[in-house]
């Protein structure tokens, strides 16, 4: 992130948040946000070297406290999730009205998020020989999530003739 742009200078000589944006190809906003990441346990730190959580997220996360970081780190490890801009805007606001809990964090953590959902690709010359030429794809989902549930209702009625 911050490279080492002050090794020529003398040991103990301090520089400013100016100065170094001015050697560097950082904004002094953003020479500010890697500072406020020192806010941060060193887990959810490392996180943020290793690319699993977002600068912009990670510096809202750094605003909650240390115990509240930790028991993000459980409901991340539970959820199996990290959190998005948005969901660190508000632990943080929840964090400021001291108003953030465990279950807060897990109801935050456990909420799908677009990027996190799901999709079955099929190819279309697979699935175009059920479908009239001006189908539009829009039509096509719809009619194969219906034709899911009736198939998936066959199968219900199905197990209960053959529980008779």
Do not use: C
């Not at 959190?83 to 108003?99: G, I, K, N, T, Y």
């Amino acid at each position: 992130m911050l490279s080492h742009q002050g090794a020529s200078r003398q040991v103990g000589e301090k520089w400013s948040v100016s100065q170094i944006s001015e050697r560097s190809k950082d904004s002094e906003r953003q020479i500010h946000r890697y500072i406020r990441l020192t806010n941060l346990t060193p887990e959810l730190l490392q996180m943020v070297d290793d690319g699993k959580i977002a600068l912009t997220p990670a510096v809202e996360l750094s605003y909650l406290s240390e115990k509240e970081q930790d028991l993000l780190l459980e409901q991340m490890d539970y959820t199996d999730a990290t959190p998005s801009l948005s969901q660190a805007q508000r632990m943080r606001h929840m964090s400021r009205e001291q108003e953030l809990s465990s279950e807060e964090l897990y109801d935050i953590m456990s909420e799908v998020k677009g990027n996190q959902v799901e999709y079955v690709k099929v190819p279309m010359d697979r699935i175009r020989d059920f479908f009239r030429p001006d189908t539009s794809v829009k039509q096509m989902q719809d009619m194969i999530v219906k034709a899911m549930e009736h198939y998936s209702r066959y199968l219900e009625r199905q197990r209960d003739r053959d529980a008779r």
